[in-house]
């Protein structure tokens, strides 16, 4: 079975300071994982995926994310937050003993201040 | 590119009535549609996975008969909530994925469903 660790409910950080929203995961073969962003009332948005090759992976909106199979960590981070950041993440991962099936972390709440 | 509508944004219906949610790819042929509930603060709960041409395929514990899913084409996917009840009310987002847009699912902006 496959699941999705995001052991904070909320992250807050002040504007202009650096961004990191946490995700570890466990699964029986091998993942795709992905991460997306909900605004309020909103569905959706796809920020980046890792699927195979170089760990560090670059996305949308200046987010990255590095996957570490030894830790099977797959964490968001972004150089300097922004207010307009706010809003929910999700991590995700699919493997290819379930495909299509996106098992989603709890998602983490992000508050950035001015 | 890959954007995905829904339709309605909201809806209020009255208990017993039935309530169909329209979701539609707009600019890529969808293979694959998902469907999911989302609750007040929580994640994303998988309800079925459905594929062009071919019947759902509902995940435990979701009723097929309540929540009918058709995917007549390859750029829409219907949900109809049929005898709603207050507990069906919930926030429903469907996804939609082609082998050209990649692995990654694109989601439509969700439907808000009170049943009264």
């Known amino acids: 079975a496959q699941s999705v660790a995001q052991p904070e409910d909320q992250v807050n950080v002040a504007e202009g300071n650096p961004l990191t929203v946490k995700c570890t995961y466990s699964?029986?073969?091998?993942?795709?994982l992905f991460w997306y962003v909900q605004y309020p009332n909103r569905g959706l948005q796809f920020l980046l995926k890792?699927?195979?090759?170089?760990?560090l992976v670059k996305g949308s909106y200046g987010f990255e994310a590095e996957f570490n199979k030894s830790q099977t960590s797959f964490h968001l981070k972004k150089p300097s937050a922004l207010v307009s950041d706010s809003a929910l993440y999700f991590c995700?991962?699919?493997?290819?003993?379930?495909?299509?099936?996106?098992?989603f972390g709890s998602g983490t709440q992000v508050v950035v201040t001015p | 590119g890959a954007v995905v509508s829904q339709h309605p944004s909201r809806v209020i219906c009255k208990s017993g009535t039935s309530v169909k949610i329209e979701c539609r790819s707009l600019d890529f042929q969808a293979t694959t549609m998902f469907w999911y509930r989302q609750f007040p603060k929580k994640s994303l709960m998988l309800m079925a996975t459905?594929?062009?041409?071919?019947?759902?395929?509902?995940e435990q514990g979701v009723e097929k008969d309540k929540f009918l899913i058709n995917h007549a084409s390859l750029t829409l996917s219907t949900l109809t909530v049929t005898s709603a009840h207050p507990e069906d009310s919930s926030f429903y987002i469907c996804?939609?994925?082609?082998?050209?847009?990649?692995?990654?699912?694109?989601f439509g902006p969700g439907t808000r469903l009170t049943v009264t």
């Open positions: 890792y699927i195979t090759g170089d760990n």
């Open positions: 996804s939609a994925r082609s082998p050209v847009t990649g692995p990654e699912q694109y």
């Open positions: 699964v029986s073969g091998n993942p795709y």
């Open positions: 995700a991962v699919e493997t290819t003993d379930s495909w299509g099936k996106l098992q």
């Open positions: 459905s594929n062009e041409g071919s019947k759902a395929t509902y």
